[in-house]
């Protein structure tokens, strides 16, 4: 097979794509940690999902790719870091991330294999023709460097990539079918994305068409003094009191003891040896100034995509390693505004296509494959690289010194405060021996203190332990509880007077809401507004992304005079009425779009690719939680082992 491939290179390539794409991105497609509730014990096997393993080195294949970009995750979001990869349902520790992403495959995998579902070669080799398709999965994000040289594949280095990586040549083809298929499924929730044309046009015209508007509001202020003319009863008083208690409740309260412990009273030391391990071990994390790569690009643009690509096409060759004849090219042909300006590309740095592209150029001089961008049709050349600049020891070490003594601190406290939790005596010696500051404790539920936080999780008399956002050992020990009870009416009457007048304000505004809608059907708007004493106003020539100054002064003083602007939106043809009461503005709306300008049909089509991509991001977020539940329902009905032991080493 890789003879035959030598002969078929330009046929085969995209195959080879991408089958290195699934395998390299795979540890990162995981949705959240697998339920581990079973134990294995197979030397050269890491986990099993119903009855099949997952070996070793399929885990050491993906562990160091995502060690990398674990690190640079760290290094670019610093403290918010662990934040965002709980967010992502990802760990930060790079083999649980790793094992969970195998199991994904293999859940999915097992999926293909109980549906029966099945790819045509036709239909393959037809998807892999599709340069679009190529360049966005493919190009320029986990493809080896070694293996890709110049926007093409060399062959003999993807052979011996294959080779170290234990993919037998006579298995290529079928291992490739599979993985194709578990892209598909990985991909889910994009095969709902078709967007019609009409619903890109009512998104342009919501946004970028003007409109006017005419439209009454009714202020709850006049309905509250109305109400307030005829009191309530003091039954309909109690029996609102009655009714909406959980307003006039005091909640739970709590008091309790705590003791504070300082890593300075723990006596920790840390050897200049361990400094330096731990500096070697994390200097890729100590980046003073990160990889930084220069490239120039051309930039054709134009209605035909094919016809630019093929004209790019046509002098890509000529312009490899021609540096001055690229920068000529740039200058005289290319339609972004930059012309034959350098172009930096950051490692680590929000990074655009071309950017991301850049950092696979091996080599001063080498030019990338021709490129599809929301810009047109592009290509770049590499024109220098800046190695990335690492942090000296000495600019660190106390830095690593408090890291280091904090990781021991807490692994000390932890230990210490799991053996005396239950015991007075050994707590007292050790509030003693280690200078345990003392203090007390009370709050309700709802603050945010930390140590109070814990004291709503225990039961009377308890203790419990945590390390605080200070670094510090912190026990605490709930003493008291004081219940939560409902204030007597006589104490909170005039605030049940208040509330009880706004309730039935409330109620009265949204039935002349009603009202008034009705009537609109047989009279004007101003008319209507006059019948209930509201106020009316109209709204002349605006649209939510309007880009005259004068325009967006109109619509700023929309939202100053407390009118519903972000509810504009919803009224996308002349004749529609919105209305609503907003409690937060304390005004109830009837609103009216009278006129609309013509669609623009030449800056239709300049929005329309923008507004495209806007929709598809909207529908896919959807689409991701429906994948999210399916995978959860896959490893819900599997019986999933993991070799603890073979873990437990990479921790350490």
């Known amino acids: 097979m890789m003879g035959s491939m030598r002969s078929r290179a330009g046929k085969r390539a995209f195959k080879v794509f991408i089958w290195i794409f699934i395998f390299g991105m795979a540890a990162s497609l995981g949705v959240g940690p697998c339920n581990r509730t079973k134990h294995l014990n197979k030397p050269h096997v890491v986990a099993e999902v119903d009855g099949q393993d997952i070996f070793v080195t399929e885990f050491e294949q993906r562990y160091k790719p995502q060690v990398e970009r674990i690190r640079m995750i760290k290094q670019k979001l610093g403290d918010q870091a662990e934040m965002l990869l709980r967010a992502l349902g990802i760990s930060d520790k790079p083999e649980e991330s790793v094992v969970d992403g195998l199991i994904q495959d293999k859940l999915f995998e097992n999926f293909v294999d109980t549906m029966k579902i099945s790819l045509t070669p036709t239909f393959v080799e037809e998807k892999l023709k599709d340069s679009a398709f190529v360049q966005k999965y493919l190009l320029g994000k986990v493809i080896p460097q070694e293996a890709f040289e110049n926007g093409t594949l060399n062959v003999p280095l993807f052979a011996l990539a294959c080779q170290q990586q234990g993919i037998a040549p006579a298995h290529f083809d079928e291992m490739l079918r599979k993985q194709f298929l578990l892209r598909l499924i990985g991909e889910f929730p994009q095969l709902s994305l078709y967007i019609p044309e009409e619903q890109i046009k009512q998104e342009f015209i919501k946004k970028y068409v003007r409109n006017e508007y005419e439209l009454l509001w009714l202020d709850l202020k006049k309905y509250e003094q109305a109400c307030a003319k005829t009191p309530a009863t003091d039954q309909q008083l109690r029996e609102y009191w009655r009714t909406h208690q959980d307003d006039y409740r005091i909640k739970e309260k709590r008091v309790g003891s705590a003791w504070s412990f300082s890593p300075a009273h723990y006596g920790i030391t840390v050897t200049d040896k361990e400094i330096e391990g731990y500096y070697n071990n994390h200097k890729l994390q100590l980046v003073s100034a990160p990889e930084k790569i220069e490239y120039r690009k051309i930039c054709l643009k134009g209605s035909d995509l094919s016809v630019l690509t093929r004209e790019l096409e046509k002098v890509r060759l000529e312009l490899q390693g021609n540096m001055p004849l690229f920068t000529k090219m740039a200058r005289e042909k290319s339609a972004a505004p930059e012309k034959d300006a350098l172009l930096t590309a950051v490692r680590g740095h929000t990074q655009s296509q071309l950017d991301k592209v850049a950092f696979y150029l091996a080599h001063d001089g080498d030019v990338s494959s021709v490129l599809q961008t929301e810009s047109g049709v592009e290509l770049i050349q590499r024109v220098g690289r800046k190695a990335p600049q690492y942090k000296p020891l000495d600019a660190v070490r106390g830095e690593i010194e408090r890291t280091l003594r904090q990781a021991r601190f807490v692994n000390l406290f932890t230990a210490d405060a799991r053996r005396v939790i239950g015991n007075q ?128 002064a109109v619509l700023a003083k929309i939202v100053a005079a407390k009118l519903p602007f972000e509810r504009l939106e919803r009224l996308t043809s002349v004749g529609q009425i919105l209305d609503e009461y907003n409690a937060t503005k304390d005004r109830g709306y009837l609103i009216r779009l009278t006129k609309q300008e013509a669609v623009d049909e030449v800056a239709y089509r300049e929005k329309r690719r923008e507004i495209l991509a806007d929709l598809y991001k909207e529908r896919l977020e959807g689409g991701l939680l429906l994948m999210a539940a399916f995978l959860n329902t896959l490893k819900t009905n599997a019986t999933i082992k993991i070799n603890k032991e073979f873990l437990a080493r990479y921790a350490r």
């Open 425 to 552: 005596p050994s707590f007292e010696k050790l509030v003693q021996t280690k200078k345990a500051q003392a203090s007390s404790l009370s709050g309700l539920s709802s603050d945010r203190n930390q140590a109070l936080q814990k004291l709503f999780t225990l039961h009377q008399g308890a203790r419990g332990f945590f390390i605080n956002e200070q670094g510090n050992g912190c026990f605490v020990q709930l003493n008291k509880v004081e219940p939560s009870y409902v204030l007597p009416y006589e104490t909170v009457k005039n605030k049940v007077i208040d509330s009880y007048n706004r309730t039935h304000a409330q109620e009265k505004l949204i039935q002349d809401l009603k009202k008034a809608r009705l009537l609109l059907e047989t009279q004007d708007m101003k008319k209507t507004a006059h019948d209930f004493d509201a106020t009316y106003e109209t709204i002349n020539w605006v649209s939510l992304f309007d880009p005259q100054k004068e325009k967006r």
